[in-house]
C-alpha cells in the first residue's frame, strides 16, 4: 500500500497493490515534482510518502531501492554493458533476472539482434541506441526485479507505435503480480492501461478516482467562452 501526503498532495492519497495510477496536468503542475517525492529523490516540504504502512525515510536506500523501479523524464544510461544498466550494475546480477526484465519491457528481441546482445557496450547516454530505444531499456531497468512500486515519468515520449504497446503490456505486468504503477504521461495512451488517474494543477491535485470518472469530468468542464469581436464602420458606428 502507497500513501502519499505531502505538499503538492495537500491530503491523503491511497494506493493499493494491484492499482495504476496516471498522472495528468499542464505542464509546469507539479507532476514530476509529485513522483520524485514518491520515489524519494526530494523530500516533500511536509507530510510523509509511506510504502507499506513505513515512511520512505525509514527505509534504507539499499533495501528501498529493491522495491521501487524509476524511469526518469530524462532517460541516463551508463558506461557500460546493456546487461549492467539493466541490473543497475548490481554485483553478482542473474542473467534469468536481467532477461526477465527485458522481456517484460519487450525489449529482449532487440537486444539479442544486436551483435553483442546483452554484452554491448554503451556509452553514458547510451550513444549507440536511439532514443527510443535507451528508453526500453531504462524500462527494463525500473523492471528489474519485480519492484513493488514503478514509478514511470514521460515513459512514451520517445516511442514509437510498437514501444507504446510494450509500454502498456508491461504496465498491465505489473499490475498482474500485484505491484503499484505511477505514470506520469501527456498523451492518451501513456494512460490506457491505469485504473486510476490524479489530475494536478498549479502543484496541487484537481481530481482523483477511477479513470473513467475523472477524465469524463475533465472533459465536461466548459471551455472558456471566446472574447466579443467589435467591428467598427467607417462611419463611426459599431456592431458585435
Known sequence: ??????????EERAIEAGQGVGIIGPSGSGKSSLVRALVGVWQPLRGKVRLDGAALDQWSPEILGRHIG??????????????????RFEDKASSDDIIAAAREARVHDLIISMKDGYDTQI????????AGQAQRIALARALYGN???????????????????????????????GGVVVVVAHRPIGIES??????????RVQAFGPKDTVLGQVLQRPATPPPAIKIVSDKGGAQS
Open 1 to 10: 500500500r502507497l500513501v502519499g501526503l505531502g505538499a503538492a498532495v495537500a
Open 194 to 203: 491505469v485504473d486510476l488517474v490524479l489530475v494536478m494543477k498549479d502543484g
Open 123 to 130: 556509452g553514458d547516454q547510451g550513444n549507440v541506441l536511439s
Open 147 to 177: 519492484p513493488f512500486l514503478v514509478v514511470l515519468d514521460e515513459p512514451n515520449s520517445n516511442l514509437d507505435s510498437e514501444g507504446d504497446v510494450a509500454l502498456n503490456k508491461a504496465i498491465l505486468g505489473v499490475r498482474a503480480r
Open 70 to 87: 524509476y524511469l526518469p523524464q530524462d532517460v541516463e544510461l551508463f558506461a557500460g554493458t546493456i546487461a549492467q544498466n539493466i541490473s
